[in-house]
């Protein structure tokens, strides 16, 4: 493919490739400098113009095409004749023909020889250096800080590259005139191969370089997009099994478990799929992106991305939509206390019961008889990672009035005061004492189909002055203030079962429950 | 270079007689001009032709009329003005007084 040119020479419209016309411009330049001191030159030049017209026409319609070609401008200017023959016969003239010149040089990048994009090249023209020294002094610079390369680029941006012949011929300094045009061609037909191979040993290395630099850039690319596919399918395959698993395929209440149970189970469903095209449709873009470098195919057209877009918008606006929604859920907080007194003992032992007893709600749950449900126990203490935060807190303070209580607050939240203290209703935990013995549930139950609102309970038990408290290495999760840490010294820290002794000043941390003194071995 | 100069000297005249001889011949288009010239061998390009005759036309001694064409503009074609017809009397004078000369000369030499 070429591009051409409409030009108007002798009141004729030509078309007319664009090196074909540079040539004519060339010779019929030269011919208007021929004649230019003769008095009629614009005549004669008029004539020479409508003649040449008139062949160009007779060579369109003879060989039946649309367009001047060079071989046809070369024809023409046979049979016209150069400037050159003009004056073996037209001595008149001899002296007004100019001294053959050497044409006005310019600055332009030659993408020919050129390696990366012929600013060395450009300027080993237009400095008439061998453009091996330039790329040495390019790649030296290189080194200093990387100026050469931001020069490079700044060089790369200003400096215009040589397109055209004409261009080139200015950028190597050769006349623009029908001689320069003819040996331009010469060199192009006969020297191409010979001028590649005429490039130094450094520019053939650079050369090389940057190929294998370009092949492994490639090749790396190639590889990272292959991994994005892969992983990406298979997160892509882990979304959808998470999706279905969420919306309740594989488990039919999905919504009692700790992270959906924050969400009304009303909009549960709507939600998670909002969130499943939040993430997936990205994810897609992504892995179609991968495939697209890989293969160097565009696997989807424009309008299907577009339509991945709005749906991934549509995504992320519900999404945000839902959030809102379940955020305002936790605007109020309520809370409300139990107070209970315990009987007196001189030493509580204080432990984390694991089993829980069966409340009503698990009697109907479970579908056991509901006169049947008191006694019976649950061993439960699962502790992973679909458990609500364990929200329970317990501290110990002295009694004022003598007597052993607790104190149970229970506090959750909603959208209004109301809705939070029902919230905060729902929770139930268990506590027992069996004589000495105070059983402390490691979690709070809430009622079924309960959403999660941040119920927690915060205990308080008060015991007098001079009570003993057993306190087990597992309360330290639970207790505020206190902790086995503050209770280890010289001793042995492995010790599970601490003893605690409410004083004056509060909760004091004095001796192991069996302070026999080692005996050191000889 | 005398002789290149000589030669010159020899065609410039000689073409100028010739491209007379032939517009005399009736009027006649610049290119069919050139191709009367190749038949007689006396080798020309077209370009020479141009100046040529547009001295001859100031000189007086040609005109032209414009002729349409079957394609593209109309041309121009040359014809002999009274001078011109003049000029080609003397001319042939000219040329016999030299042809004579010439034979006269190489028949002395041999």
């Excluded at chain 1, 999760?477 to 605690?500: A, H, I, P, T």
Aim: with cysteine.
């Amino acid at each position: 493919m070429k591009r051409t040119l409409n030009i108007n020479i002798g009141n004729s419209i030509i078309h007319i490739e664009e090196e074909a016309y540079e040539m004519l411009t060339a010779y019929l330049n030269e011919i208007k400098a021929h004649f230019a001191t003769s008095a009629d030159h614009y005549e004669i030049v008029t004539d020479i113009e409508n003649r040449i017209a008139e062949m160009f026409r007779e060579i369109l319609s003879q060989q039946q095409k649309q367009v001047v070609e060079v071989g046809d401008v070369n024809h023409v200017i046979a049979q016209m004749g150069t400037v050159g023959q003009f004056e073996e016969v037209d001595e008149e003239t001899e002296s007004a023909v100019p001294p053959h010149h050497e044409g006005i040089k310019k600055l332009y990048r030659d993408t020919d020889e050129g390696i990366v994009a012929g600013v060395c090249a450009g300027f080993s023209h237009y400095l008439e250096v061998d453009v091996r020294w330039i790329r040495i002094i390019a790649l030296i610079s290189c080194f200093i800080g990387g100026s050469g390369i931001l020069a490079y680029l700044i060089m790369w941006m200003i400096i215009p590259r040589a397109i055209t012949r004409s261009e080139k011929m200015y950028m190597k300094g050769e006349a623009v005139n029908l001689h320069g045009f003819i040996r331009n061609f010469e060199e192009e037909l006969a020297g191409n191969p010979l001028l590649k191979r005429s490039t130094g040993f450094i520019a053939e290395l650079v050369e090389a370089i940057g190929r294998v630099l370009g092949k492994v850039g490639k090749l790396l690319l190639k590889i990272i997009a292959g991994f994005i596919i892969l992983f990406g399918c298979f997160f892509l395959l882990f979304l959808c099994g998470t999706l279905a698993m969420v919306l309740g395929f594989w488990d039919a209440n999905p919504n009692e478990y700790f992270p959906l149970n924050i969400v009304n189970s009303d909009y549960l469903s709507t939600m998670i799929f909002a969130f499943f095209i939040s993430f997936a449709v990205p994810l897609v873009a992504l892995i179609l992106y991968a495939i697209r470098v890989f293969f160097n195919t565009r696997p989807i057209n424009r309008t299907v991305s577009f339509g991945l877009l709005i749906i991934w918008l549509f995504g992320i606006m519900t999404s945000v939509f839902y959030i809102t929604k379940v955020v305002s859920e936790f605007k109020e907080e309520a809370a409300f206390t139990e107070v209970r007194d315990l009987k007196p003992y001189g030493t509580y032992n204080l432990v984390i019961n694991r089993s829980r007893f069966f409340s009503k709600e698990d009697s109907v749950r479970y579908q056991i008889n509901s006169s049947a449900y008191r006694g019976r126990v649950i061993l439960n203490d699962e502790d992973g990672p679909f458990q609500p935060p364990r929200n329970i807190s317990l501290s110990i303070e002295k009694s004022d009035n003598g007597k052993t209580t607790l104190t149970q607050n229970f506090s959750a939240q909603g959208k209004n005061f109301d809705v939070a203290l029902k919230h905060a209703q729902n929770i139930h935990y268990d506590f027992s004492q069996q004589d000495s013995v105070l059983n402390f549930s490691p979690q709070l139950q809430l009622t079924k189909n309960a959403n999660w609102r941040d119920q927690r309970v915060d205990l308080i038990l008060k015991v007098p002055v001079g009570a003993k408290l057993l306190l087990n290495r597992d309360f330290d999760r639970y207790l505020q203030r206190y902790g086995s840490w503050s209770c280890e010294g010289e001793d042995d820290y492995s010790e599970d079962v601490k003893v605690w002794t409410m004083t004056e000043d509060g909760l004091k941390c004095n001796q192991h429950k069996n302070d026999t003194p080692q005996t050191e071995a000889p | 270079m005398i002789a290149e100069n000589t030669q010159t000297q020899m065609r410039k005249g000689i073409l100028e007689y010739c491209v007379l001889l032939i517009i005399s011949k009736g009027e006649i288009y610049a290119s069919d001009i050139i191709a009367e010239l190749r038949k007689a061998k006396l080798l020309v390009v077209e370009g020479t032709l141009y100046p040529l005759l547009t001295r001859l036309k100031n000189n007086g001694l040609l005109s032209y009329n414009w002729v349409e064409s079957t394609s593209g503009p109309p041309r121009k074609y040359y014809l002999l003005t009274e001078a011109g017809r003049d000029m080609v009397t003397k001319l042939d004078v000219t040329w016999m007084e030299l042809s004579y000369a010439i034979e006269t000369s190489k028949q002395i030499k041999q």
